[in-house]
């Protein structure tokens, strides 16, 4: 078999048809490079309902008076992306005896009655709040839901009348 290619060979050098010097075949293609930034997404896929401590009957009473409520948060992060779920300290934080403590105020506006969060229902540990405080996750690209438990300690007589106040919750992602 060589000695056959190189008769055809020759024979194509003798027509002209055969370069004198080699050349290099070449082939080439094009690729497209792009960038793809991949996001995570996070939603409150479940807002937390109202936490209500409902009516507190204080005669007869022993102080202190601890009073405790359940809610909830539902929320839905991109699978495998870390985040975070914090709570500020509310609308009335600056009417509390104590400047960084949450605080529920009357309706008559002089009154307030400081109270807190906590997470994972149980009120041992520190109160759900921000940065440090705050409650962690990964996401499973499904809805995770999150008990919030509230509790106030009643230590004195108060002024009858509904006490409230609005906190925020924040998905850091």
């Known amino acids: 078999m060589k000695t056959q290619a190189f008769k055809i060979a020759?024979?194509?050098f003798a027509l002209g048809m055969l370069p004198l010097s080699a050349q290099a075949l070449t082939t080439s293609t094009t690729m497209t490079v792009s960038t793809v930034l991949a996001t995570a997404t996070a939603s409150i896929s479940?807002?937390?309902t109202p936490l209500n401590f409902g009516?507190?009957?204080?005669?007869?009473?022993?102080?202190?008076l601890v009073v405790?409520?359940?809610s909830s948060i539902g929320v839905t992060v991109t699978s495998g992306a870390?985040?975070?779920i914090e709570m500020d300290l509310g609308l009335n934080s600056g009417w509390a005896t104590q400047p960084n403590t949450r605080a529920m105020r009357g309706l008559h506006g002089t009154q307030t009655s400081n109270f807190d969060y906590f997470m994972k229902n149980t009120t041992t540990g520190p109160a759900w709040g921000t940065a440090a405080n705050a409650v962690t996750s990964v996401g499973t690209g499904a809805e995770q839901i999150f008990a919030i438990l509230g509790e106030y300690t009643l230590t004195g007589l108060y002024l009858a009348t509904s006490y409230s106040d609005t906190v925020t919750l924040t998905v850091v992602y």
């Open 10 to 12: 020759t024979a194509l």
């Open 46 to 48: 479940t807002p937390p």
């Open 55 to 64: 009516t507190v009957n204080l005669t007869g009473a022993t102080y202190p």
């Open 68 to 70: 405790t409520a359940t």
């Open 82 to 84: 870390p985040y975070s």
